[in-house]
């Protein structure tokens, strides 16, 4: 078999496997000495990296392997990443919509508007990357504020956050009215029957 075709078939191998496939194994399917396809795969390997292409082939061990080239790494990650949603729970669910509503967001915001301590739940976002750090509020103690990142974004589907559906947000810093009770002696007595 001429070099050109064995390559060829070697290549064909290699991208259908998916895997390493061992010299012996290539080398007894092709009929040709496992030296040949040494031969022919480490050339192969040499041409494709000094031309810089998206996919290479690396020896492993006993075997070669058709790979990704490293330097397209970031690219083939972005594009297979699987967009499964994280898993949240209704403390976490609770704690992203209000930092997405109100962002940048603070933890004792969350916390005002949950009633409940909302730590773990800033922390679990965190971890899965959908929420991020926005800098420092500029007031005493300057707590940390949050909002959310792209992830958030496509997690969800949406390509902005003008894409949320319209809320009743919660007022801050306005005075709360609350009715007060009217006391016994102010009620008016009852009308007499008669």
Known sequence: MEQTQLQRAIEAILFAAGER???????????????????????????????????????????????????????????????????????????????????????????????????????????????EEAGRLNVPGRPIQYRTTPDFLRTFGISSLEELPEIEKVSFGEPIVEEQPVLAEEQPAPAEEG
Not at 43 to 61: H, P, S, T, V
Not at 112 to 129: C, E, M, P
Request: a neutral charge; zero cysteines; charged letters at 25%.
């Open 21 to 131: 496939i061992e010299v012996a194994r290539l080398a007894a399917t092709l009929e040709v000495d496992e030296n040949e396809i040494v031969a022919a795969a480490d050339a192969m390997a040499n041409e494709w990296a000094f031309q810089r292409r998206g996919i290479r082939i690396i020896k492993l061990e006993n075997g070669y392997q058709m790979v990704s080239s490293g330097e397209m790494a970031d690219f083939v990650t972005k594009a297979l990443e699987t967009r499964k949603p994280p898993k949240l729970s209704a403390s976490q669910l609770e704690t992203l919509t209000i930092i997405a509503y109100y962002q940048p967001a603070t933890k004792a915001m969350v916390e005002q508007i949950r009633g409940v301590d909302s730590s773990y739940s800033v922390g679990a976002l965190l971890n899965k990357k959908l929420i």
